[in-house]
């Protein structure tokens, strides 16, 4: 049992010490400089769709770019909250390249679109 413990405390020791050393080599490593430009009619709505309020965007790890949207909603000023549902999409996902949509959804269950 003893044997166990030090082997499994040493597992532990290595593994610590090896993402200490990936820290330090990653925290001295240049970052690259990122250039940023308009790209004209990005993203490509669907048919009869306009934005409003976008409250979040994130990109996954495909580079695929999803975008949160309120479905015309805001915030309201009072306690009176709209109750009914939003009658469109409201998250969008776009190929990160062209723009082009993937898939949307998130209509009619949200009453209230936030953020993430």
């Given at each position: 049992?003893?044997?166990?413990?030090?082997?499994?405390?040493?597992?532990?020791?290595?593994?610590?010490?090896?993402?200490?050393?990936?820290?330090?080599?990653?925290?001295?490593?240049?970052?690259?400089?990122?250039?940023?430009?308009?790209?004209?009619?990005?993203?490509?709505?669907p048919d009869?769709?306009?934005?409003?309020?976008?409250?979040?965007?994130?990109?996954?790890?495909?580079?695929?770019?999803?975008?949160?949207?309120?479905?015309?909603?805001?915030?309201?000023?009072?306690?009176?909250?709209?109750?009914?549902?939003?009658?469109?999409?409201?998250?969008?996902?776009?190929?990160?390249?062209?723009?082009?949509?993937?898939?949307?959804?998130?209509?009619?269950?949200?009453?209230?679109?936030?953020?993430?």
């Amino acid at each position: 049992m003893k044997m166990l413990l030090w082997v499994l405390a040493l597992a532990a020791l290595a593994t610590h010490l090896g993402a200490a050393k990936t820290i330090r080599q990653s925290a001295a490593a240049p970052l690259a400089k990122a250039e940023y430009h308009v790209i004209h009619d990005w993203p490509v709505l669907p048919d009869n769709t306009i934005f409003g309020e976008v409250s979040s965007v994130a990109v996954d790890a495909l580079g695929n770019v999803f975008a949160l949207e309120r479905g015309g909603r805001k915030w309201p000023e009072s306690d009176v909250l709209d109750q009914a549902p939003i009658v469109g999409p409201t998250v969008f996902v776009f190929h990160g390249r062209t723009g082009n949509p993937i898939v949307q959804w998130g209509k009619d269950p949200l009453i209230v679109q936030a953020s993430t």
